[in-house]
């Protein structure tokens, strides 16, 4: 099984900050199937990323993603109140698993 | 524009039943797969499992296996979890979602586009 990894736990970050996520997957993710997603309290979870580097539909490019094998970064440039939230990336294919989050709050 | 809506859910002592539902509208559901994705309080994101769009192939989470059930009607667009012999920790919020990608047959290797808004399963005596 493929464990994912994030760090750090939480961010504190201000409004216009850039914010770097990590995301580390036990073995190599194969053909970069890697997704990131936003959650914000109450509310399920939005595709952001996907193929590693790919914004889905209707997301602002201050969300950019990078990353192969086992290392991937989400980056958040020019924070917006709005990105206040809990971001996920995910390994998707056979068993997809998840990791455990990183928290984007205001300083 | 696709909709999900999750039902079913509430309090159930541990070994007992559940089955939930997801209502989808907005898209070819017999095209996708699905998935459902669970959150315990306060927690991270923890796929259950999935089937296909033709509603002959599933997978589970380990947890799942032997006590979970996905199924699908497609000519009702509903997506089922028969969920038996509930532990406390099955306590969690349950999100059905769909893939990203049309995949009637095999199980596909996607992301998950949209999401229902949840339903909660409460386990305990």
């Known amino acids: 099984e493929t464990v994912m990894t994030q760090s750090p736990g939480t961010l504190s970050l201000s409004a216009g900050d850039s914010a770097t996520l990590s995301c580390r997957a036990s073995?190599?993710?194969?053909?970069?199937?890697l997704a990131w997603y936003q959650q914000k309290p109450g509310q399920a979870p939005r595709l952001l990323i996907y193929?590693?580097?790919r914004r889905a539909t209707g997301i602002p490019d201050r969300f950019s993603a990078s990353g192969s094998g086992t290392d991937f970064t989400l980056t958040i440039s020019r924070l917006e109140p709005e990105d206040f939230a809990v971001y996920y990336c995910?390994?998707?294919?056979?068993?997809?698993?998840f990791g455990q989050g990183t928290k984007v709050e205001i300083k | 524009e696709v909709k999900l809506l999750e039902s079913g859910g509430g309090w159930e002592k541990p070994g007992g039943s559940l089955r939930l539902s997801c209502a989808a509208s907005?898209?070819?559901?017999?095209?996708?797969?699905m998935s459902w994705v669970r959150q315990a309080p306060g927690k991270g994101l923890e796929w259950v499992s999935v089937?296909?769009?033709?509603?002959?192939?599933?997978d589970y989470a380990d947890f799942a296996k032997g006590r979970f059930t996905i199924s699908r009607d497609n000519s009702k667009n509903t997506l089922y979890l028969q969920m038996n012999s509930l532990r406390a920790e099955d306590t969690a919020t349950y999100f059905c979602?769909?893939?990203?990608?049309?995949?009637?047959?095999?199980?596909?290797?996607?992301?998950?586009?949209?999401w229902g808004q949840g339903t909660l399963v409460t386990v305990s005596s």
């Open positions: 089937i296909t769009g033709r509603g002959d192939t599933s």
């Open positions: 995910q390994r998707y294919g056979n068993s997809p698993g």
């Open positions: 073995q190599s993710v194969s053909s970069n199937f």
């Open positions: 193929a590693a580097s």
């Open positions: 979602a769909k893939f990203y990608s049309p995949s009637p047959v095999i199980i596909p290797a996607a992301p998950f586009d949209s």
């Open positions: 907005g898209f070819t559901f017999s095209s996708y797969a």
